[in-house]
Nanobody, 128 residues
């Protein structure tokens, strides 16, 4: 049974940092990509960062580039999202996801459709 369990969310002031973790277990070999998504109240869910399971390629959304870093510890089956210089606009529920490569170019998408396993989310709140 696939399990993705996020942790590390919380409340911080603007300019602060948080490190999210996602403990993954039970997913099949067809899973090639891991990613972080977020959803703010009243807004659509958006991709924040993705990483190939080999760790050889990662991508981050323009909105968080230079502030957020995605990484993984394959030995511990754990995905991380280091978030620095947090802003009130980063306030959202953050979700861990696992899925396949995107159909176009063999990359890990920041869109939702290739991801079929999702965690329950961890809340991040950034105050001004």
């Amino acid at each position: 049974q696939v399990q993705l369990v996020e942790s590390g969310g919380g409340s911080v002031q603007a300019g602060g940092s948080l490190r999210l973790s996602c403990a993954a277990s039970g997913y099949p070999a067809s899973v090639a990509c891991m990613a972080w998504f977020r959803q703010a109240p009243g807004k659509a869910r958006e991709g924040v960062a993705s990483i190939l399971n080999t760790g050889t390629r990662s991508d981050v959304a323009d909105s968080v580039k230079g502030r957020f870093t995605i990484s993984q510890d394959n030995a511990k089956n754990t995905l991380f999202l280091q978030m620095n210089s947090l802003q009130p606009g980063d306030t959202a529920m953050y979700y861990c996801a696992a899925g396949r490569l995107s159909s176009g170019g063999g990359l890990c998408s920041l869109g939702e459709s290739p991801y079929y396993y999702w965690g329950q989310g961890t809340q991040v709140t950034v105050s001004a």
